[in-house]
């Protein structure tokens, strides 16, 4: 200080003073403004209901900051970090707030679109705040906003930057964000007190790219459509109130990126002044319309889940009353599901196109009417059964909803695939074409047939000349309250793979084996649907049927039936007639199990497994009044060995719990075999009561069974056989008598220490014949059978244990027989009548027929001769060729010589063998044999 004067040192010090003095003045009123700020915004803050953590008022820049600001309105929240306003506190939170800027960082919003109106309208303190802002900056923000209720997510838009400029009475909004990474803009200009001259009070436009589709559907309640949004809207509000809208979008397949889809509508809404309505043009191509399925009526529980729309839609809402009306609509790539499992696509309704004429929608008062249908490729499932969909809906979550009306004038199908879904699997009828119609009273009339029909086309022109299936399907649903409430209709089918029919048919094999089916059927069946429930009856038959189960095969050249009722919900399966004619019958063969006479025998015999197509038959309580099956054949272990030929078998009354009568006849071994009785066929156990009988047959068919059995072959014989049963003494018991008779036996064992029967008899094959044949060459045996259903069935296993038991009892009981053996035979010499070469084919020549009747002439002169058919082979050894060769060359000569009134039981074929080989040409050694000579 000594270096300034006197004068200045006091200047200088005033100055200080004066200095000190204001900075000490600034500081108590900027406290004492600080003090005021807190008191106005806590005590505003407290008046409007928002919480505001920290107050700073900055008195020279007139700026207030606060931090930590929340406030809440019924749902909706707001939380700001910071936030700054240039305005006096007074001036904020007066009546008339007076603001100069706002500036916003860190803001969290989350917001919910009520139906009713949003709270904050009614909030004349923020709306106040809002209207004054000049200038309004937001950055570092985020907004939630609930578009439904809490039980669909939101849309939570981040990375919010906002820009509000206030020109006068002009308001300018622009805003930019982000929706899960998709850029959204949004630019907004209104008047806050529009002039009389404006057309508009407010006006703005709304840009998205890119967005996840899904992500606004489900906040929306929709139903979840996938794929990559963009797009462009902007709207007009008008001085009256009105607002006109336009704008247009994308939707990418994210999976199938070639594929766009898009939109484009304009339109407007009409102000208070005219009466609220909206009135918009939708031009849509290929647009996705599965996301407003639950604004869609529900057909037999299945909803929308898949549709891409092209037409030209005009909306119309008023009073809340929703329409819709186009003059032309196409649908592409529709698909319905059911309603309560949308994503399982079994039995789902598919269409590649549907086209709509004149097509007019309330949504409101749910009614439908279009003047034309048409679809191309579709696909019907019904599912049949109880538990289905459509028999469950109304009962459960939709017992409230009020079901869509619905009328077509004409429905036109070509291309249709018709499922029907039963129990046992799917029926389907594809390539249907047809009309139907859909009236007011809601009946559906349908009547539709195969596209392909008989007789060659001009694609089928050099392919496939088989006659193709064809369908026919007549009838009439009601539909009512969202489903098919009953139907009735005439389904025909023509030259049908009978495997398509499984799912309708009683016979369906068990789990441990696979049934297959083979042949063409024809079908023409009456059926009734009502509830899920189906019910039919007609007739169908079947040509060169073959059924494979489990190594067993059946079939027949022509099968028919006619049937009914049959179906669901029965107390039994009606057949009134299942005829068969030229079937065939192989299955497997079953060795018989060793006797052994040493040991006690059982009482107790190994029970026959229970059929399968009996088990089928039980559980669905089958009744067939009548089963005829003509000219039948039984092979057993080989297909190429008959055991039956010309079998007729006829069984009336076949049901669970029923003696059902059964006759049968034919040839067993070239011999004459019948059977007559009652037959318990559904029972667990064969029960049998009859008689059945063979005469004179030949035992070749028995070849292979014995020889699995561990018996010798016979190789010559004429067998006859006789069996009864009856009722026992005893409830459920039976009595039986088995009698055989077995002329002129031969068996191929020679005497062996390994010939099998020594261990059954105690004899050689060679020494039993000899032993049991009398003077006649014939053996004759006789044994009984007694025991209960259940514990001792009679069966093929227990007659054969009692036959080789009468064999060693029968062979015990003539050991003192002492002059016959096998090497005192009294068996005569045989003579050569004649010779017949052996051929594959063909009948018999003159010659040869010549030769035969010359030997009859012989024969017929001698009393008890018999004539054998000794065949001789050539080459290396005896194959199935050769077998094949004389078995027919020995058939020839049977068939002339019995047509000449000889007995056939008088000729005796032998089956070749090792000692039959000759060098010679191969052929049948025709030889007469006097009768044995008695001693």
């Keep these: 200080m ?28 900027q406290i004492k403004a600080q003090e005021q700020a807190e008191n106005v915004i806590h005590q505003w803050g407290e008046e409007a209901g928002i919480k505001i953590g920290n107050v700073r008022y900055h008195l020279l820049r007139n700026g207030l900051i606060l931090q930590q600001v929340r406030l809440e309105r019924e749902h909706d929240s707001l939380a700001i970090k910071h936030l700054f306003i240039r305005a006096n506190p007074k001036l904020l939170t007066g009546s008339n707030p007076k603001i100069g800027r706002v500036e916003i960082t860190g803001f ?19 709306m106040r705040i809002w209207k004054a802002a000049q200038s309004l900056t937001i950055s570092n923000a985020s907004l939630t906003l609930h578009l439904k209720d809490e039980l669909h997510p939101p849309i939570k838009l981040d990375t919010i930057f906002m820009q509000q400029q206030v020109q006068k009475t002009t308001r300018k909004i622009s805003v930019t964000a982000q929706l899960a990474g998709a850029p959204i803009q949004w630019q907004w200009l209104s008047y806050d007190t529009p002039s009389e001259q404006a057309d508009w009070v407010s006006k703005g436009e709304l840009q998205w790219q890119n967005v996840n589709t899904s992500l606004v559907t489900h906040a929306l309640g929709l139903v979840q459509t996938e794929g990559l949004l963009s797009g462009q809207s902007s ?7 009105s607002t006109a809208i ?14 766009s889809h898009q939109i484009n509508w304009s339109g407007n809404q009409s102000g208070h002044l005219n009466g609220e309505g909206w009135n918009l043009n939708v031009a849509a191509k290929a647009w996705p319309v599965q996301a407003w399925a639950e604004s869609l009526p529900v057909f037999a529980g299945k909803k929308l889940s898949h549709g891409l729309l092209d037409a030209q839609l005009q909306w119309r809402q008023k009073d809340g009353d929703w329409s819709l009306s186009t003059a032309q609509a196409r649908l592409s790539k529709v698909s319905y599901a059911d309603s309560h499992q949308a994503g399982n696509k079994r039995h789902a309704w598919t269409s590649e196109e549907i086209h709509l004429k004149d097509l007019r929608l309330n949504f409101s008062k749910q009614k439908i009417y279009t003047t034309s249908i048409s679809t191309d490729h579709s696909s019907m499932i019904f599912q049949l059964n109880q538990n289905s969909a459509t028999n469950s809906q109304g009962t459960g979550g939709h017992h409230n909803k009020r079901y869509w009306d619905i009328s077509a004038d004409k429905i036109d199908i070509h291309d249709m695939t018709i499922g029907l879904v039963t129990e046992h699997g799917t029926l389907l009828l594809p390539d249907l074409k047809g009309r139907c119609s859909w009236n007011l009273d809601n009946k559906l009339n349908f009547h539709l047939r195969s596209m392909k029909q008989n007789g060659a086309t001009d694609g089928d022109k050099g392919q496939d000349s088989s006659e193709p299936e064809e369908w026919r399907l007549k009838g009439q649903a009601q539909y009512t309250h969202g489903r098919v409430r009953k139907s009735q209709f005439r389904l025909l089918g023509s030259n049908v793979d009978l495997a398509q029919l499984r799912p309708i048919m009683p016979l369906q094999g068990a789990n441990e084996a696979s049934l297959s089916l083979a042949g063409k059927s024809e079908l023409d069946m009456n059926v009734t649907v009502s509830k899920g429930l189906w019910r039919a009856h007609g007739k169908a038959s079947v040509s060169n049927a073959q059924l494979n189960y489990a190594g067993d095969t059946w079939e027949a050249d022509q099968v028919k039936s ?12 009606q057949v009134a007639m299942l005829n068969a004619d030229g079937w065939r019958y192989t299955t497997a063969l079953q060795p018989l199990g060793p006797y052994a006479p040493r040991a006690e025998h059982s009482s107790h015999s190994r029970a026959t497994p229970d059929s399968w197509w009996k088990k089928d038959m039980r559980k669905s309580n089958w009744h067939i009044a009548q089963l005829k099956w003509d000219n039948g054949t039984i092979s057993i272990g080989n297909s190429d060995v008959n055991w039956a030929e010309g079998l007729n078998i006829q069984i009336n009354e076949l049901k669970p719990e029923h003696w059902a009568s059964v006759t049968a006849n034919g040839w067993l071994g070239q011999g004459y075999a019948s059977l007559d009785g009652d037959w318990y066929a559904l029972a667990d156990s064969q029960r049998f009561k009859g008689k059945a009988s063979l005469d004179n047959g030949l035992p070749f068919f028995l070849h292979n069974w014995m020889l699995a059995s561990g018996m010798p072959q016979l190789v010559r014989g004429r067998l006859s056989a006789a069996l009864s049963i009856k009722d026992g003494k005893e409830n459920n018991s039976y009595e039986s008598h088995v009698k055989l008779k077995l002329t002129r036996a031969i068996a191929e064992t020679a005497v062996s220490p390994n010939d099998p029967m020594v261990e059954r008899t105690g004899y050689s094959t060679p020494g039993l014949l000899e032993r049991l044949r009398d003077s006649n060459h014939a053996i004759t045996l006789e044994f009984e059978n007694q025991g209960d259903w259940d514990k001792q069935p009679l069966n093929m296993n227990r007659l054969g244990l009692s036959l080789q038991q009468a064999l060693h009892l029968a062979a015990i009981g003539k050991a003192s027989n002492k002059h016959r053996s096998a090497g005192n035979s009294n068996d005569p010499t045989p003579t050569i009548g004649t010779r017949i070469r052996l051929r594959s084919g063909g009948h018999l020549s003159l010659n040869e027929r010549i030769r035969l009747r010359n030997t009859l002439r012989m024969v017929s002169k001698k009393p008890g001769w018999t004539i054998g058919l000794q065949p001789k082979w050539t080459g ?21 010589l019995t047509h000449n009134k000889f007995p056939a039981s008088r000729i005796y074929p032998t089956w070749p063998t090792a000692k039959d080989h000759a060098n010679e040409i191969g052929a049948i050694w025709v030889t007469l044999t006097p009768p044995a000579q008695k001693l």
């Excluded at 300034?4 to 900075?23: K, M, Q």
């Design 2 to 29: 000594g270096i300034f004067p006197p004068g200045a040192r006091w200047y200088l010090a005033t100055i200080a003073v004066i200095s000190l003095i204001c900075v000490a003045m600034h500081l108590s009123i």
């Design 108 to 126: 969290d919003a989350v917001l919910w679109n009520s139906d009713s109106k949003a709270p904050w309208q009614d909030d004349q303190r923020l």
């Design 235 to 241: 709207w007009i509000i008008g001085n009256d109130g």
């Design 246 to 259: 336009q704008g247009e979008a994308d939707l990418q397949d994210e999976a199938e990126t070639s594929t």
């Design 562 to 573: 006619r049937f009914g009722p049959v179906g669901m919900g029965l107390d039994r399966q």
């Design 876 to 896: 290396e050894r005896v194959d199935a060729e050769t077998i094949k060769r004389i078995r027919h060359t020995q058939k020839l000569i049977e068939r002339f």
